[in-house]
C-alpha cells in the first residue's frame, strides 16, 4: 500500500526544468513581466542616486566657506529636491513595481489553478481512488499559491539582487579601491556567517514547526474524540499524550529562540564589525587626504545597499525550495493522464429516445493478474431493464461503470445504439445516461443546485417536474426554504431515503435515454420506501436500464435478469425463464421466501 | 464607553490568568528587562560616537581619536548585540512557558467539560481558541515587554536628543512621521479586513475543489465538468480582485513609509544643512541626527503593529478565558458496585437548545446479560438513547435508573466504567491498530488478540503493512469504514465493561462478516449485558426485546416472534432486508 500523502515530503531542490514548464502559463504576460524587469532597474538607478546627491551636498554647498551664502543655500535646496525627487520616484516605482507584480503574477496563479483543477477533473476515476480528496485541494490551493513565489522571488528578486549586488559593487570599485577591496574582502564572511546560521535556525524551525504540526493534529483528535475519551474514562491518558506533545514543542521553540538571537546578534555584529572597519579605513585615507569625506558618507551608504540582501540571502534560498517543492508536485499531478484521453475525432451521440445498450465479450482488471469482469456479453433492447443481481464483489459496480466511460474495458467492447462508446464523443455520451449510486453524494449549495447540478438552462419548473415525477415535490414543499433549502456538509440534514428521491429527481431531470442504477439497500424508512419504490417505476418506464438490484419486485418487472459471480454472468434471462431453470436464481428466491 | 473600572475588570478577565502565569517567571522577566534600557542606551550613543567621528574627519585631526573612537564602537557593537541576545532570549522564553502551561490548563479544563458542550461549539473554533488565540495572549507576554519596552525607552530618548540638537526639525520630523502613523492606523484596518476577504476566497475555492473531488463519480458521470469550471473561475476572479486589492494597499503602505522618509531627509537637508552653512550645526552632527531618525523608525513600525496586534490579543484573551468559564460536569456522586440492570421511565429528552424531543415517553426493563434491540429509521433516537445511558447528556430526574440508582446520582465515571460504547462512526486516533484497539486499557494489552480476532479484524491484517502496529492515519483515514468500526468493536471487547452498546457499530462490515462477529459475540458474551442499534434487523431477531423507535416513539416493543406476528413496521422491513441479502447471495446448489 503506498502512502497517498507521500509526495508532501519532496525536500525542494532547486530544479531549472520547472521554471520551463511554468513558462507557457508565465508566456501570456511576458511584457507585463519585463515591465516589472525594467521597474526594478530603474528603481536601483534611483537608489544608487541618492547617496551620490548626498555626497555632493557635504562636499559642495556644506563645506565651501568661501562661496556666497546664498548660492550655497540655493544649492543646498537644489539636492534636497534632488533628494525628494529620488525617495518619492523611488515609492512610486516601488508601488508600481507591486502593483505590476501582482497583477501579472496572481494572474498566472489563477491560470495554472484553473488547469490543474480542469486537468484533475480529467483524470480517471483509479487515479481518484489513489490520491485523497484533501490532498488534491492542497495542491491546487496552497501549493499553486507557492508557485507564485517562485516567479515573484525566484525569478524577479534573484535576478534584481544578484543585478543590486553587482553593480553596487561596481559603483564602489569607481568610488575607492581600497575600500572597495576591503569590502569584497569582507562580504563573503558576512554572507557565511548568514547562510550557517540561518540554515541552523531554520532546522530549529523546522523542528518546531513539525512538532506543533503534531500537538495541532493532537489537538484537533482530543476534541474530536472527546466522547471516545469521556467513553472510557482515560482524560488522564489524553492530558499525559498532549503534555508530552506540549513539552516537545515548547523546547522546540526554545532551541529557535536560541538560535535567532544568536543569528540576529551575529550578524548584526558582523555588520557593524564591518563598517567599524569601513570608518578605519575611510577615515585614515579621509586624514591622509586620500579621499574626501562626502565620497566617504557616499562609500558608506552605498555600502548600507549591500547589507539587506546579504541578510536576505538565507531566507530567499529557504523561499524558493519551498516553491520549488510545489512546483514539483503541482507538476506531478499534471503529468497524470487524462481519461478517457482527449481526442478530436470521436463522432456526436445524438440524444434519439431509449437506446440501445449491448455489452459485447466485456473483460475488465484494475490489475491484468486479477480481472474483475470477464466475457460479459448481453444487449438491452430500447427501453429494456436489465437487473443484476449477485453477491458482492461479483463485478455488478464496475459494470455500471463501464457505459459511461468512468473506466474503459480492457477486453471486448460496449456498445451504445450500435457505437462502441470509446468512438463516440465523451460529452454527449454522458449527457444520454444518467446515474444513481446507492449513496448519493450532495453538494454543499441548495436543494435546486443538487436536483439539476448547477446547470441554471434548467428551469425550476422543470426541476419541480422531476421532484413531482419521483415522489419528492412533497417533501421538498415541507422544508423552510423549499427548493432554496442548504445543503450541508453532504446532505448529512437529509435522511437517506430523502438523499435517494433527491438522486433519482437529478437523473431523471435531464430526462436521460438510458438510466444506471445501483439500487439502495432498504432500510426501515417504510414510507421513503414506498415512495422510492413508485419513483423507480417511473424512472424505468420507456427508458432503457442497467440496474443493480436489492429488490425483488424491481427483479421480477426486468425484461432480463443477469445473475452474476466473481465476474462473470452465470445465469441470464426472464424472471419465469430462470424460475423455470431452478438454477441459483430459483435458490435464491428460495431463500428469500424462507423464514420470513 | 466603558467606565474605567470595568475596563479595567475586562483588562483583567482577559490578561489576568497569563499574567499569573508570566509571574512563575518574575528571574527570567528581570533580566530581560534590565537589558531592554541598556540597549536602547547603546543603539542610542552609536550615532553621537559617528557624527563626531566624520566631524574629526572633516578637521582633520589626530589619527588616535579615529582608534580610539572605532574601538570605543566595537565594544558597544558587542555590548548591543549581547544585551540583545539576553533580553531576548529571556523574554521570549518566559512568554513560550506561559504558552505552554496556558495550553496545559486549557486542555485539562477541556477534558472536564459536558458533551453537550462539544455538541454546540464548533471544533474548529475551539481548535483556534488552542492554537491562535493561545500564540495572540503569548504576544503580550513576552514580544509585547521586549518590543514594547525597547520603544518605550528609545522614542523618548531619542525625541530628546534629536530635540536638544534641533527643535524645528525635530518637530518637522515628528509631524512628518505623525502623518505617516495616521495613514498606517487608516490603512491596517483595511489591509486585515482585505486579507479576511481573500482567505475567505481561497476558502471558498479549497471547498469547493475538495467537494468536487470527493464527489468526483458525479462530477463526471453527469459531464458537468464544464459548470464546476466556470463556478471555479466565478471564485478564482473573486480571490484574484481580492489579493489585488491586498497587494494594493500594501505597497501603498510601503510606498507611503518610503517616502515619509525622503520628505524627513528633505528637512534635514534643508534645514540642518542651513544650519551646516550658517557654522550652527556641523556635517558630523547632521549624520548623527539622520542616526537618530535611521533608530527611530523601527519602533515606530513595531509601535504601529502593536496597536493592531493589541485588540485582537485582548478578544482572543477574552475568549480563551471564555473556555475557563465554562463549567465542568460534575465529578461526584456514588460509585456503588453495579451489575448494569436497567430500567427506563417515561423517558422524554430534548437536547440542550433543540425545539423538538428526541424522544418521547420511552419505557422498557432488562435485566443484566440480556440483550435489547434497537431499530428504527434516522434520526428516531436510537443513539440519543445509548448516549444518556453513557451519560454524556443528563436525562431528566426519574427516568433512568441503573440497578435500581437514578443515573443523576451515579458519578459519571462510574455509570462509564459499566458500558463500553462503539459507535457507528467510530473515533481513531493516528496512532498504531493495537493502540487503538487498547486504548481503554492498560499497557501492555492482555487479551488484544483475542478481542481483534472477535471483531473479525485479523482477517485483515495481512493488508496492513506493520500489521498491528500499523499506524492509522488521521481519524483513521488509512482503513475502511468497515475497518474502522471493527476496530472500535475491538476497543469495546478489549475494555472488559459489563456491558456493550452497539450503536450501529458495524453498518459498513458487509452482512456475513456482521452475522459471524455477532455469532462469535453471543456464545462468548458470558453475561454480559447487550444493546444493539441497527439497520440490519436480521442481527436483532435473537435479541429478548426490541423497540422500534419512530421520531422518538416507541411504535413497536417485543421480541422478533411478536415483531413479525404484528406485520408492522419491524416486519415489512424485516422482510424487504430478506430479500435484498437474497439476491446478493449464491446459495449452493443443493443447498
Redesign the interface.
Known amino acids: 500500500m503506498t502512502d497517498p500523502y507521500q509526495d508532501d515530503a519532496i525536500e525542494g531542490r532547486i530544479q531549472f526544468g520547472f521554471l520551463a514548464r511554468l513558462w507557457p502559463f508565465v508566456r501570456p504576460y511576458r511584457r507585463g513581466f519585463a515591465g516589472c524587469l525594467g521597474l526594478l532597474a530603474a528603481s536601483f538607478v534611483l537608489e544608487l542616486l541618492g547617496p551620490w546627491l548626498l555626497r555632493h551636498a557635504i562636499d559642495g554647498p556644506m563645506r565651501a566657506p568661501d562661496a556666497d551664502r546664498g548660492d550655497r543655500l540655493r544649492e543646498l535646496a537644489w539636492y534636497g529636491a534632488g533628494f525628494l525627487a529620488v525617495t518619492v520616484g523611488g515609492a512610486l516605482l516601488g508601488y508600481a513595481y507591486g502593483l505590476l507584480t501582482a497583477w501579472n503574477g496572481q494572474r498566472v496563479i489563477r491560470d495554472v489553478r484553473r488547469h490543474l483543477f480542469d486537468h484533475l477533473l480529467g483524470v480517471g476515476l483509479s487515479f481518484h481512488e489513489r490520491n485523497p480528496a484533501g490532498k488534491l485541494t492542497t495542491r491546487v490551493t496552497s501549493d499553486v499559491e507557492n508557485l507564485n513565489e517562485l516567479i515573484a522571488t525566484g525569478v524577479l528578486q534573484s535576478v534584481f539582487d544578484l543585478l543590486k549586488i553587482g553593480g553596487v559593487l561596481v559603483v564602489l570599485f569607481f568610488l575607492d579601491l581600497p575600500l572597495a577591496l576591503f569590502t569584497v574582502a569582507t562580504t563573503p564572511v558576512v554572507i557565511a556567517i548568514s547562510v550557517l546560521f540561518r540554515r541552523n535556525a531554520q532546522r530549529a524551525y523546522r523542528a518546531v514547526r513539525g512538532r506543533l504540526a503534531l500537538q495541532n493534529a493532537y489537538t484537533t483528535e482530543l476534541i474530536g474524540g472527546v466522547r471516545t475519551t469521556r467513553a472510557y474514562g482515560k482524560e488522564t491518558a489524553v492530558l499525559q499524550r498532549y503534555a508530552e506533545r506540549n513539552q516537545a514543542t515548547t523546547a522546540a521553540w526554545l532551541d529557535t529562540v536560541l538560535h535567532f538571537s544568536v543569528f540576529f546578534s551575529l550578524v548584526d555584529l558582523a555588520l557593524r564589525a564591518t563598517t567599524i572597519g569601513l570608518l578605519w579605513f575611510g577615515g585614515t585615507a579621509v586624514l591622509a587626504g586620500t579621499l574626501q569625506p562626502g565620497q566617504f558618507v557616499q562609500f558608506w551608504l552605498y555600502y548600507a545597499l549591500l547589507t539587506a540582501p546579504v541578510r536576505e540571502l538565507g531566507e530567499k534560498y529557504n523561499v524558493l525550495q519551498a516553491a520549488f517543492a510545489s512546483a514539483e508536485r503541482v507538476f506531478h499531478l499534471l503529468d497524470a493522464p487524462r481519461f478517457p484521453p482527449p481526442d478530436g475525432r470521436r463522432r456526436p451521440s445524438p440524444r434519439r429516445g431509449a437506446a440501445r445498450v449491448e455489452f459485447d465479450r466485456v473483460g475488465f482488471a484494475y490489475d491484468p493478474a486479477t480481472p474483475v469482469l470477464h466475457e460479459v456479453s448481453f444487449q438491452a433492447e430500447p427501453g429494456q431493464t436489465i437487473a443484476i443481481v449477485g453477491p458482492t464483489g461479483a463485478g455488478k459496480t464496475t459494470l455500471l461503470a463501464l457505459l459511461a466511460r468512468l473506466r474503459d474495458v480492457t477486453a471486448g467492447a460496449v456498445r451504445l445504439d450500435g457505437d462502441d462508446v470509446r468512438e463516440l464523443d465523451l460529452a454527449s455520451l454522458r449527457a444520454r445516461i444518467a446515474f444513481v449510486a446507492q449513496d448519493l453524494f450532495l453538494f454543499t449549495g441548495t436543494v435546486l443546485d443538487n436536483v439539476r447540478l448547477f446547470d441554471p438552462t434548467i428551469d425550476e419548473a422543470r426541476v419541480w417536474t422531476a421532484l413531482e415525477t419521483v415522489g419528492a415535490a412533497d417533501f421538498v414543499r415541507r422544508l423552510p426554504q423549499g427548493l432554496r433549502a442548504p445543503v450541508e456538509e453532504r446532505g448529512s440534514t437529509f435522511s437517506q431515503g430523502e438523499r435517494q428521491l433527491l438522486a433519482f429527481a437529478r437523473a431523471l431531470v435531464t430526462e436521460p435515454d438510458v438510466l444506471v442504477l445501483d439500487e439502495a439497500t432498504a432500510s426501515i424508512d417504510s414510507e421513503s420506501e414506498a415512495r422510492l419504490q413508485q419513483a423507480l417505476r417511473v424512472a424505468l418506464r420507456g427508458r432503457t436500464a442497467l440496474v443493480v438490484a436489492h429488490r425483488l419486485s424491481t427483479v421480477r418487472d426486468a425484461d432480463r435478469i443477469l445473475v452474476m459471480e466473481q465476474g462473470r454472468i452465470v445465469e441470464s434471462g426472464s424472471h419465469t425463464e430462470l424460475v423455470a431453470r431452478r438454477g441459483a436464481y430459483a435458490r435464491m428466491l428460495a431463500k428469500a421466501a424462507a423464514d420470513a | 464607553m466603558l467606565r474605567p473600572l470595568s475596563w479595567h475588570r475586562s483588562i483583567a478577565r482577559a490578561f489576568g490568568r497569563p499574567a499569573a502565569l508570566l509571574r512563575r517567571h518574575l528571574g527570567l522577566v528581570f533580566v530581560g528587562m534590565f537589558f531592554v534600557p541598556v540597549h536602547a542606551a547603546v543603539s542610542l550613543w552609536m550615532p553621537r560616537l559617528?557624527g563626531d567621528?566624520?566631524d574629526h574627519?572633516?578637521a582633520?585631526?589626530p589619527?588616535e581619536v579615529?582608534?580610539r573612537?572605532?574601538w570605543l564602537?566595537?565594544v558597544l557593537?558587542?555590548l548591543?548585540?549581547?544585551s540583545?541576545?539576553v533580553s531576548?532570549?529571556t523574554l521570549?522564553?518566559a512568554s513560550?512557558?506561559v504558552?505552554?502551561q496556558l495550553?496545559?490548563d486549557l486542555?485539562?479544563h477541556?477534558?472536564?467539560l459536558p458533551?453537550a458542550w462539544?455538541d454546540r461549539s464548533r471544533?474548529g473554533d475551539?481548535?483556534s481558541r488552542?492554537?491562535q488565540d493561545v500564540e495572540l495572549v503569548r504576544f503580550v507576554m513576552g514580544p509585547l515587554l521586549l518590543h514594547g519596552g525597547s520603544t518605550l525607552c528609545l522614542l523618548p530618548a531619542g525625541g530628546w536628543l534629536m530635540a536638544s540638537m534641533d527643535v524645528p526639525v525635530t518637530l518637522a520630523a515628528v509631524a512628518v512621521f505623525g502623518v505617516l502613523f495616521a495613514g498606517m492606523r487608516v490603512l491596517m484596518p483595511r489591509l486585515h479586513r482585505w486579507s479576511k476577504k481573500s482567505q475567505e476566497a481561497?476558502g471558498e475555492?479549497?471547498?469547493r475543489?475538495?467537494?468536487?473531488?470527493?464527489?468526483?463519480?458525479?462530477?463526471?458521470?453527469?459531464?458537468?465538468?464544464d459548470?464546476?469550471?466556470a463556478?471555479?473561475?466565478t471564485r478564482?476572479?473573486r480571490?484574484?480582485l481580492a489579493?489585488?486589492r491586498l497587494?494594493?494597499l500594501?505597497?501603498?503602505l510601503?510606498?507611503?513609509s518610503?517616502?515619509t522618509?525622503?520628505?524627513v531627509?528633505?528637512g534635514v537637508?534643508?534645514v540642518g544643512?542651513?544650519q551646516?552653512?550658517?557654522g550652527a550645526l556641523t556635517?558630523g552632527q547632521?549624520?548623527q541626527f539622520t542616526g537618530y531618525l535611521a533608530l527611530l523608525t523601527l519602533p515606530l513600525e513595531i509601535l504601529g503593529w502593536t496597536l493592531a496586534t493589541m485588540p485582537r490579543a485582548y478578544a482572543a484573551g477574552i475568549r480563551i478565558e471564555e473556555l475557563f468559564e465554562v463549567a465542568p460536569e460534575p465529578g461526584s456522586g456514588d460509585a456503588p458496585p453495579l451489575s448494569g440492570g436497567l430500567r427506563v421511565q417515561g423517558l422524554s429528552f430534548t437536547y440542550p437548545g433543540g425545539d423538538r424531543p428526541a424522544l418521547r415517553d420511552v419505557s422498557f426493563a432488562l435485566a443484566p446479560g440480556q440483550k435489547l434491540g434497537l431499530?428504527?429509521?434516522?434520526?428516531s433516537g436510537k443513539s440519543t438513547l445509548l448516549a444518556l445511558l453513557?451519560r454524556?447528556y443528563d436525562p431528566p430526574r426519574g427516568t433512568v435508573f441503573v440497578d435500581g440508582h437514578d443515573v443523576l446520582d451515579l458519578r459519571?465515571?462510574a455509570l462509564?466504567?459499566l458500558?463500553?460504547?462503539a459507535?457507528q462512526e467510530?473515533?481513531l486516533?493516528?496512532d498504531t491498530v493495537a493502540a487503538n484497539v487498547g486504548?481503554?486499557g492498560a499497557e501492555p494489552a492482555v487479551g488484544l488478540d483475542a478481542a481483534v480476532a472477535a471483531a473479525a479484524l485479523d482477517q485483515d491484517l495481512p493488508?496492513?503493512?506493520d500489521g498491528l502496529q500499523t499506524i492509522v492515519g488521521?481519524?483513521g483515514?488509512?482503513l475502511s469504514g468497515g475497518q474502522r468500526q471493527r476496530v472500535s468493536l475491538a476497543?469495546a471487547l478489549l475494555?472488559e465493561r459489563p456491558g456493550l452498546l452497539l450503536d450501529d457499530t458495524l453498518s459498513a462490515v458487509?452482512p456475513l462478516t456482521e452475522r459471524r462477529i455477532l455469532g462469535g459475540l453471543e456464545r462468548q458474551r458470558r453475561g454480559r449485558t447487550l444493546l444493539v442499534a441497527s439497520?440490519r434487523?436480521s442481527v436483532l431477531a435473537d435479541a429478548d426485546q426490541i423497540l422500534?423507535l419512530d421520531q422518538g416513539r416507541v411504535v413497536e416493543q417485543g421480541d422478533h416472534r411478536r415483531l413479525m406476528a404484528l406485520g408492522g413496521?419491524?416486519a415489512?422491513?424485516?422482510?424487504?432486508?430478506?430479500?435484498?441479502?437474497?439476491?446478493?447471495?449464491?446459495?449452493e446448489?443443493g443447498?
Request: with cysteine; glycine share 6%.
Open positions: 559617528l567621528a566624520l574627519l572633516q582633520g585631526g589619527v579615529l582608534e573612537t572605532c564602537l566595537l557593537a558587542l548591543e548585540s549581547g540583545r541576545y531576548r532570549k521570549i522564553d513560550r512557558l504558552e505552554r495550553k496545559q486542555v485539562a477541556l477534558q472536564r458533551i462539544f471544533s475551539l481548535h488552542l492554537t481561497i475555492i479549497s471547498q475543489a475538495q467537494e468536487d473531488f470527493a464527489g468526483i463519480r458525479v462530477v463526471q458521470q453527469f459531464g458537468i465538468v459548470r464546476e469550471r463556478a471555479m473561475a478564482n476572479r480571490y484574484l489579493n489585488l497587494v494594493r500594501r505597497s501603498l510601503h510606498a507611503m518610503h517616502s522618509s525622503g520628505v531627509m528633505l537637508l534643508l544643512g542651513h551646516v552653512v550658517d556635517v547632521l549624520f431499530a428504527g429509521p434516522v434520526g453513557m454524556f459519571p465515571s462509564r466504567a458500558f463500553a460504547l459507535p467510530p473515533f486516533f493516528s486504548f481503554a493488508q496492513f503493512r488521521e481519524r483515514v488509512t476497543r475494555s458487509d439497520h434487523l422500534v413496521l419491524y415489512q422491513a424485516f422482510r424487504r432486508q430478506h430479500e435484498a441479502a437474497a439476491l446478493e447471495s449464491l446459495p446448489a443447498s
